[in-house]
């Protein structure tokens, strides 16, 4: 996505997104990479809910369930309907974060052995409201962990299908 003047940013170099089912305005948060030789700089956003609905709807042709009415959202097989992810907002003292901001979290199946590797790094939590042996939470909006996410998606994918 490369950006022109007329974009409008907020003072800490976010795009204003507005939240498809409750009309509320929130900024995604993108990084600055210098873009080939055209001497322009492309702004890369950073893996948010947003960003997490579009890899899903293109990979495995899923939409966001949203059971409770609220901002969290369900990622389940078009098929079974199992739960692949879920994506929660959470007080980041919940965490273990030092304050109160609200921050939203991926919530993957994982194999509990990579799960245990996992906790130590910054970013990964034990799974917020799930099975903590078999599930973890990660912080999105968080550059560093954007290939993480995918892979963990991918896995948590495969191991909620059907077993044939």
Do not use: C
Request: charged letters at 30%; glycine letters at 8%.
């Amino acid at each position: 996505m490369v950006l022109r003047k007329r974009d409008r940013w907020d003072t800490l170099g976010r795009i204003p997104q507005t939240r498809a089912h409750s009309g509320k305005t929130v900024f995604a948060h993108v990084l600055p990479i210098w873009y080939g030789k055209r001497n322009r700089w492309k702004r890369e956003q950073i893996m948010d809910r947003q960003e997490v609905f579009g890899l899903v709807r293109k990979k495995y042709g899923t939409e966001p369930d949203y059971p409770w009415g609220d901002w969290n959202a369900v990622l389940r097989h078009k098929d079974t309907g199992k739960w692949y992810g879920v994506i929660l907002e959470v007080k980041g003292s919940r965490l273990g974060l030092g304050d109160d901001r609200i921050v939203d979290v991926l919530n993957v199946k994982a194999d509990p052995v990579l799960i245990g590797s996992l906790l130590p790094l910054p970013g990964y939590f034990p799974a917020y409201h799930m099975n903590k042996e078999n599930w973890i939470s990660i912080l999105l909006g968080e550059s560093d962990l954007d290939k993480n996410i995918r892979n963990l998606l991918q896995m948590s994918y495969e191991l909620t299908e059907e077993k044939k």
